[in-house]
């Protein structure tokens, strides 16, 4: 059962929290089984799962040979059995040799079986830039994921939600991709409850209201809006910031509700601009609130170029609270 009114709370930093929830879902479940690349001895190039292996034993928190494309077909071998993997690509950008097993075999186990088998699996991947990582460990991947029938996607961007949301993506009887900001692993913190709790899937969060501009952002992009909304209240805008939360299912109702109140929007992303999930946001909102708009919608995202690697360029190619301001301002000007 999930608790409904949790009481008790420690402060957390994201990293703790997920920590916390795979132990939470290890201590309840015997079906649960974490493995991937460095998880168990060393728990986890970002310490996720540290401490996990000692705790539950090695048969079930284990470290795999650096195999992405194994990782996720075991862990499709392990759902259908009746378990529930929980696998983690060491980064994101790693992920794309795994992607024959995501796209010919995860997704579709429900549909090609007419739901007599399923895969409850999640596949949790650390995600984006803002820490001078090398080429391919800032990747934003996810529009890929989210054009994949069948499987869901989650990016929290607060230590509490990342707790709730990574436990409901546990119990979720779908495969699920979990992806979380690398920035946002220590450099925020805020107060977790200590028991198990869930969050829904497909609900947004409604980060700060105001009725002038909608912007609409997920993950590490949050607090880059939040702190670009702060900016322009103090020049009287009043912005209302939307946290996905899911990417699948989208919770579009919010994201209209807020449209139909502000009448423009700024959709913020660090992933390259063209064929990105924001595009989706974008035509989502021009085919259902068209009526509604007073401004054209707003891209703020990364470049149609691989994430730079190490340098300070990264700067300039991440998405930043002066870039989200400057579109804010865009959108009023009309």
Do not use: C, W
């Amino acid at each position: 059962m999930t608790a409904t009114a949790p009481t008790r709370t420690k402060t957390m930093t994201m990293v703790a929290a997920i920590n916390d929830a795979l132990a939470l879902a290890l201590e309840r479940d015997p079906a649960v089984h974490i493995f991937g690349e460095d998880v168990g001895v060393m728990g986890g190039v970002f310490r996720a799962t540290d401490g996990l292996q000692a705790r539950f034993g090695a048969e079930r928190v284990f470290d795999t040979p650096l195999a992405e494309a194994g990782i996720i077909g075991m862990g499709i071998g392990m759902g259908l059995a009746g378990l529930k993997p929980v696998a983690e690509i060491q980064f994101a950008g790693f992920l794309y040799p795994a992607l024959d097993q995501v796209l010919s075999h995860l997704g579709r186990y429900r549909h090609r079986t007419r739901s007599r088998y399923h895969v409850p699996m999640v596949v949790r991947a650390p995600y984006g830039g803002g820490v001078h990582t090398p080429e391919q460990h800032a990747d934003s991947p996810e529009a890929i994921l989210a054009h994949t029938p069948g499987v869901k996607v989650v990016i929290p961007s607060t230590p509490r939600d990342a707790k709730g949301l990574l436990l409901a993506a546990i119990e979720d009887p779908d495969p699920v991709f979990f992806f979380e900001a690398i920035k946002l692993y220590r450099s925020v913190k805020e107060e977790v409850p200590e028991e198990y709790y869930t969050t829904p899937l497909g609900k947004a969060r409604v980060v700060t209201g105001g009725d002038d501009v909608t912007v609409i952002a997920y993950g590490g992009m949050v607090e880059v809006a939040a702190r670009a909304a702060e900016a322009a209240r103090a020049h009287g805008i009043g912005v209302e910031v939307l946290d996905l939360r899911t990417l699948v299912p989208l919770d579009t109702g919010t994201i209209l509700e807020s449209v139909a109140k502000t009448g423009r929007v700024v959709v913020v992303t660090e992933a390259p601009r063209t064929g990105g999930f924001h595009s989706e946001i974008s035509a989502t909102i021009a085919e259902e609130a068209i009526e509604h708009l007073q401004a054209p919608i707003v891209r703020v995202t990364g470049f149609d170029a691989p994430y730079p690697p190490f340098t300070s360029i990264e700067d300039v190619y991440r998405p930043n609270p002066v870039r989200v301001a400057k579109a804010i301002r865009q959108v009023m000007a009309y």
